[in-house]
């Protein structure tokens, strides 16, 4: 495919197809060690993900949002951009935060309910963000502010097609490009909101299309492919930081497992579909390129893996031993000063035994 045009304009980039064969011309220029640090990252956020279903199930966890599929949209841009660009999540990037160097533990803990999870400080992130969208105008604000500062550094936002329905999306980038923000969005496309498919969610033929309206740059990747998600999120960062302004990307991905573990997917979707995109899995075609380049063979890649299943065990034993929170850690790390009303619940809450 390599770059390929829409008849809309919309340009569609992949550089790594289903079957592992590389685009010579497109091929981001990436060290050794970053590939095989991208490729650790991806195992690692898939097998987190099978750990916290698995807590999950036997109620030592709350709900999870898995990622199994996403992790090249994830993964790829996190390599692609610097420790003080800013990362705005919303609740399904687990392996964005992996690669950011975020302890496991912090991200099991946050799923326990435990507001240590949302301890971002220090870095340049933003704790998790459930209310879908809301998290696009904050990047908007980071960028603005940013430019207003004199500081080189790009905010990258994740939101799903479901979040390009909410008027935040609109105003997020409408602000964005009137203040030429240094922003991007970074729209996974997975297909689905819970249950809606993305052809209900708007009549639009692309959603990279929409930032036509606010006069920004806008285009598709195929988001199971790492080398390309690498490659527009470092030429997106490179046109924020030269003052060209905000991105959205979509990228056309699909989510594997549930929306979240409450969540019975084949309630509104047929097997045949998931297995076509099982087909086109992110992790499988990586590896291939990473063998076709003589970089890992299958016994690196078989020792990666029992490594980071026994660091995740520790991570998982460390997480179950931490001990309950109290109940005013609630919104401790929510608000610079918690609000008196906040307050008065805790109190009452005590009250009442603490019982969460
Ligand atoms: C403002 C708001 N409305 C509704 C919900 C409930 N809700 C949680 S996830 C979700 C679907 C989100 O879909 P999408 O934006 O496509 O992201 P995905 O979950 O597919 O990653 C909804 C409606 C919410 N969290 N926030």
Same mark, same amino acid.
């Given at each position: ?131 879908? $969208? ?5 990047? /908007?604000? !980071? ?6 500062? #004199?500081?080189? @550094? %790009? &905010? ?83 046109? $924020? ?5 905000? /991105?959205? !990307? ?6 594997? #497992?549930?929306? @979240? %573990? &409450? ?94």
């Amino acid at each position: 495919m390599p770059i390929e045009k829409l008849d809309n304009g919309v340009e569609k980039v992949q550089i790594l197809d289903k079957d592992g064969n590389v685009d010579k011309q497109l091929e981001p220029d990436i060290p050794e060690e970053t590939l095989i640090q991208m490729y650790k990252d991806m195992v690692y956020a898939r097998k987190l993900d099978k750990k916290a279903f698995k807590l999950q199930r036997r109620g030592d966890a709350g709900t999870y949002a898995p990622v199994q599929g996403e992790e090249a949209c994830q993964v790829g841009p996190a390599h692609a951009l610097d420790d003080d660009d800013w990362f705005v999540p919303s609740f399904r990037e687990a392996a964005f935060a992996i690669s950011r160097g975020y302890s496991p533990v912090k991200l099991l803990r946050y799923f326990m309910g435990d507001s240590y999870g949302s301890k971002v400080g220090g870095t340049n992130s933003l704790p998790v963000s459930i209310p879908i $969208a809301s998290q696009l105008l904050h990047a /908007t604000g !980071i960028g603005m502010a940013s430019n207003i500062k #004199g500081e080189e @550094t %790009t &905010s990258i936002v994740y939101f799903g097609d479901g979040a390009t329905s909410q008027g935040d999306f609109h105003g997020a980038l409408n602000f964005a490009g009137v203040y030429n923000s240094p922003v991007i969005f970074f729209n996974q496309n997975n297909r689905y909101a819970i249950s809606t498919p993305r052809e209900k969610q708007t009549a639009s033929q692309t959603i990279a299309q929409k930032a036509d309206a606010y006069g920004i740059k806008g285009l598709q990747v195929d988001g199971n492919d790492i080398l390309a998600t690498y490659k527009v999120a470092k030429e997106a960062k490179e046109r $924020a930081e030269n003052g060209e302004g905000p /991105t959205l !990307i979509e990228g056309l991905t699909y989510r594997i #497992g549930s929306h @979240t %573990t &409450s969540d019975n997917p084949s309630r509104y979707r047929e097997d045949e579909e998931v297995q076509k995109w099982k087909e086109k899995d992110p992790i499988t075609r990586f590896s291939k390129y990473l063998k076709d380049k003589g970089i890992l063979d299958e016994i690196d890649m078989k020792k990666i893996k029992k490594e980071i299943e026994e660091d995740l065990d520790k991570q998982v034993e460390k997480a179950l031993e931490m001990e309950d929170p109290e109940l005013e850690e609630m919104f401790k790390h929510v608000y610079e000063e918690v609000p008196q009303r906040l307050k008065k619940q805790v109190k009452t809450a005590e009250k009442r035994g603490g019982d969460r």
